[in-house]
């Protein structure tokens, strides 16, 4: 949660919420030392509030992040009565959107 936090901050986000989904184990790894270790596949959901550019900017750094991230969904919601040329140059910084995110870890 902190990485999302310092890295949506800098971009002008504000995280409202942080759900965990689901963690499962996923497989089983055989590590350069011979021991087996468990892959675990953990979900979940981020919810944050800002503008568009913000949060471009905020999927990019999760991109070149060190940790792989998968996104398998992301939604917002706009303001009532907004053009979409007003959504485009990022006039508004009230949009809220929600991503769904797995990673994986032993």
């Not at 055989?30 to 471009?56: M, P, Q, W």
């Amino acid at each position: 949660s902190m990485l999302f936090s310092r890295s949506a901050t800098k971009k002008g986000l504000v995280i409202k919420s942080v759900a965990l989904l689901k963690s499962t184990i996923e497989s089983k790894v055989t590590a350069s030392d011979s021991s087996e270790k468990k892959l675990k596949e953990v979900g979940f959901t981020l919810t944050i509030s800002g503008g568009y550019n913000g949060f471009k900017n905020f999927l990019l750094s999760l991109d070149k992040s060190a940790r792989l991230f998968e996104v398998s969904s992301i939604s917002f919601e706009t303001p009532e009565n907004t053009e979409e040329t007003e959504f485009m140059d990022d006039k508004l910084e009230d949009y809220e959107f929600r991503i769904e995110i797995k990673t994986h870890s032993y």
